[in-house]
């Protein structure tokens, strides 16, 4: 009698959670209106011009290459997408990446550079992102864990990106 009650309890318990976890599934998200200024939008451009790179320009001002378009789902900022990347400044040092093994995020957490540039791929698609500054993470300096400085403000950002996977 006592191991039908304690199983009882636990699908009780599941199926509470299971319930609790459909309220929490709507996306608290939008999408983002936001565009860079012209001022950045040139900056970009000066510097793909010195770099002789050749890039689209997306309406919010985010320039890309599309490398590898893919197949899957393109994502929006509602999606969790897995991702390998690295990200860097224009002097080309390296100030984060994945390391290989992909990351996952929901895409509507992230700098509104990474929610424009990655429509224009799907899910095994592969892109470069130039990112204007404001688009990024505009006039304030980041920081890793020790206070020391990872990104100076007001910094262009370019991140190569493979979109593994999307849901």
């Given at each position: 009698?006592?191991?039908?009650?304690?199983?009882?309890?636990?699908?009780?318990?599941?199926f509470?959670?299971?319930?609790?976890l459909?309220?929490?599934?709507?996306?608290?998200?939008?999408?983002?209106?936001?565009?860079?200024?012209?001022?950045e939008?040139?900056?970009?451009?000066?510097?793909?011009?010195?770099?002789?790179?050749?890039?689209?320009?997306?309406?919010?001002?985010?320039?890309?290459?599309?490398?590898?378009?893919?197949?899957?789902?393109?994502?929006?900022?509602?999606?969790?997408?897995?991702?390998?990347?690295?990200?860097?400044?224009?002097?080309?040092?390296?100030?984060?990446?994945?390391?290989?093994?992909?990351?996952?995020?929901?895409?509507?957490?992230?700098?509104?550079?990474?929610?424009?540039?990655?429509?224009?791929?799907?899910?095994?698609?592969?892109?470069?992102?130039?990112?204007?500054?404001?688009?990024?993470?505009g006039?304030?300096?980041?920081?890793?864990?020790?206070?020391?400085?990872?990104?100076?403000?007001?910094?262009?950002?370019?991140?190569?990106?493979?979109?593994?996977?999307?849901?």
């Amino acid at each position: 009698m006592r191991k039908i009650s304690f199983y009882g309890l636990i699908v009780s318990l599941v199926f509470v959670f299971a319930s609790c976890l459909k309220k929490e599934a709507g996306c608290p998200y939008n999408e983002l209106s936001v565009k860079a200024p012209g001022s950045e939008v040139q900056q970009v451009e000066m510097y793909l011009a010195a770099k002789n790179i050749t890039a689209q320009k997306d309406s919010s001002g985010v320039y890309y290459i599309v490398e590898t378009s893919g197949t899957g789902k393109t994502p929006d900022v509602c999606s969790v997408i897995s991702v390998n990347y690295t990200g860097s400044l224009t002097n080309d040092q390296v100030f984060d990446k994945s390391n290989g093994t992909p990351v996952s995020f929901r895409l509507g957490e992230l700098i509104a550079g990474w929610q424009k540039g990655l429509k224009h791929i799907k899910a095994g698609g592969k892109i470069k992102l130039f990112i204007p500054p404001s688009l990024g993470y505009g006039d304030k300096d980041a920081k890793d864990g020790n206070g020391n400085v990872v990104i100076p403000a007001n910094s262009i950002l370019v991140f190569s990106l493979e979109l593994v996977g999307v849901q």
